[in-house]
């Protein structure tokens, strides 16, 4: 198998291998390109029968598309990432040359992307009506109803329907979910919150399962948030890929690795805005008590593998309304959301709280709630 490419970026500078999902070409990676070649040369590839890849009708898996990518590849050591099927395509790799990947980055994808039924009829309906036929679901499910598009749209109209009903057919047999833990690169997992095409639980088992893994999640983006929300994605990937290698070292992290690790799931649970407006009020005074719950709390705490963020957000959610931390609360509903709960979800975490932490509790709780959501409502308009 013979994959189209292409190579950008300083012909010195480390290599970084980039895959698209299924539908699309090597262009999806465009918003991020001008960032990413200033520091690394960039291998982007189409999937058969997309781009300028020749039509494979049948007959191949995620494995064997995993040894195609490697065969461009010339640089014992690389990153590689992608999106969705890409990203399925990316985690093969890491499995299966682990020696090789020094950073793995996992985009809106999944170890296992649902049951084979669905994906086995998305296949023989293309085979019998063409990729037109997907249009109206697929845009649905790329991006959030507000968003346009339609350029990527648009790379659906060349795509071989038989390839692109073999790649289902690879999708419906892939399953990664038991190797992840193999996987010793050091891994970025980026979530679309409005994603139904590969939901926050998956991307969760993703980052619980792969050692180290951090995982963020954009708001208010959908199945390709690279394309819906380029800033962000850009800004993790990069900071990502220019982060130094801890995972090749030895011995347990330091507590500088610890703080570090611990601030970037801040960051994810709670925002960059908000983050940013503690470490500006920071003083001498709160600094070391600063540094201490950056560390215990958000990373020996909330990185600990047994729990999945949405559990620990509805966990802290009940802990607040019971000890009355109300300004804590504000904060915690927002991060509920940017962890995957729904409103409704936050709903029946607080009607709990009545019957276990007390009635004015919950009653001041849903208050706060309130406010909080009716703020977020006027910050997106």
Same mark, same amino acid.
């Given at each position: 198998?013979?994959?189209?490419?292409?190579?950008?970026?300083?012909?010195?500078?480390p290599l970084?291998?980039?895959?698209?999902?299924?539908?699309?070409?090597?262009?999806?990676?465009?918003?991020?390109? !001008?960032?990413?070649?200033?520091?690394?040369?960039v291998?982007?590839?189409?999937?058969?029968?997309?781009?300028?890849?020749?039509?494979?009708a049948?007959? %191949?898996?995620?494995?064997?598309?995993?040894?195609?990518?490697?065969?461009?590849?010339?640089?014992?050591?690389?990153?590689?990432?992608g999106?969705?099927?890409?990203?399925?395509?990316?985690?093969?790799?890491?499995?299966?040359?682990?020696?090789?990947?020094?950073?793995?980055?996992?985009?809106?994808?999944?170890?296992?992307?649902?049951?084979?039924?669905?994906?086995?009829?998305?296949?023989?309906?293309?085979?019998?009506?063409?990729?037109?036929?997907?249009v109206?679901?697929?845009?649905?499910?790329?991006?959030?109803?507000?968003?346009?598009?339609?350029?990527?749209?648009?790379?659906?109209?060349?795509?071989?329907?038989?390839?692109?009903?073999?790649?289902?057919?690879?999708?419906a047999? %892939?399953?990664?979910?038991?190797?992840?833990?193999?996987?010793?690169?050091?891994?970025l997992?980026?979530?679309?919150?409005?994603?139904?095409?590969t !939901?926050?639980?998956?991307?969760?088992?993703?980052?619980?399962?792969?050692?180290?893994?951090?995982?963020?999640?954009? !708001?208010?983006?959908? #199945?390709?948030?690279?394309?819906?929300?380029?800033?962000?994605?850009?800004?993790?990937?990069?900071g990502?890929?220019?982060?130094?290698?801890?995972?090749?070292?030895?011995?347990a992290p330091?507590?500088?690795?610890?703080?570090?690790?611990?601030?970037?799931?801040?960051?994810?649970?709670l925002?960059?805005? #908000?983050?940013?407006?503690?470490?500006?009020?920071?003083?001498?005074?709160?600094?070391?008590?600063?540094?201490?719950?950056?560390?215990?709390?958000?990373?020996?705490?909330?990185?600990r !593998?047994?729990?999945?963020?949405?559990?620990?957000?509805?966990?802290?959610?009940?802990?607040?309304?019971a000890?009355?931390?109300?300004?804590?609360?504000?904060?915690?509903?927002?991060?509920?959301?940017?962890?995957?709960?729904?409103?409704d979800?936050?709903?029946?975490?607080?009607?709990?709280?009545?019957?276990?932490?007390?009635?004015?509790?919950?009653?001041?709780?849903?208050a706060?709630?309130r406010?909080?959501?009716?703020?977020?409502?006027?910050?997106?308009?």
């Open positions: 198998m013979k994959l189209h490419h292409r190579i950008d970026g300083p012909a010195d500078a970084l291998v980039l895959g698209p999902s299924l539908g699309t070409t090597m262009e999806i990676w465009q918003p991020q390109l !001008p960032t990413l070649t200033d520091s690394w040369r291998l982007r590839y189409d999937l058969p029968g997309h781009g300028g890849s020749a039509p494979a049948a007959g %191949f898996t995620i494995d064997d598309l995993a040894r195609a990518v490697l065969d461009l590849v010339e640089t014992e050591r690389f990153a590689v990432g999106i969705s099927l890409g990203g399925a395509i990316a985690t093969t790799i890491a499995t299966r040359a682990r020696h090789r990947v020094r950073k793995l980055v996992l985009c809106c994808t999944s170890a296992k992307f649902g049951e084979p039924g669905p994906w086995l009829g998305r296949a023989a309906l293309v085979r019998g009506k063409g990729v037109a036929a997907l109206p679901t697929l845009k649905a499910r790329w991006f959030t109803p507000d968003f346009d598009g339609q350029w990527v749209m648009d790379m659906l109209a060349e795509v071989d329907a038989k390839s692109y009903a073999a790649c289902c057919e690879a999708i047999a %892939f399953d990664l979910t038991r190797r992840l833990g193999e996987i010793t690169a050091p891994t997992v980026v979530a679309g919150s409005e994603d139904p095409a !939901p926050l639980d998956q991307a969760l088992t993703l980052a619980n399962n792969i050692p180290g893994a951090f995982l963020t999640v954009v !708001p208010r983006a959908s #199945h390709l948030a690279n394309v819906e929300r380029p800033d962000a994605v850009t800004t993790a990937i990069a990502h890929l220019l982060s130094d290698d801890t995972s090749e070292g030895s011995g330091n507590a500088d690795e610890r703080l570090a690790a611990g601030m970037r799931t801040r960051r994810e649970v925002g960059d805005a #908000h983050v940013d407006r503690a470490v500006a009020a920071t003083t001498d005074l709160t600094r070391d008590f600063q540094e201490f719950i950056t560390r215990y709390a958000w990373d020996e705490i909330w990185n !593998p047994g729990l999945d963020r949405r559990t620990r957000s509805c966990i802290t959610l009940t802990a607040l309304v000890g009355g931390h109300l300004e804590e609360l504000a904060m915690h509903v927002r991060a509920a959301l940017r962890n995957g709960l729904t409103r979800e936050i709903k029946e975490v607080l009607l709990q709280t009545a019957v276990y932490c007390g009635v004015p509790a919950a009653n001041a709780a849903f706060v709630a406010r909080t959501l009716a703020d977020i409502d006027a910050e997106g308009r």
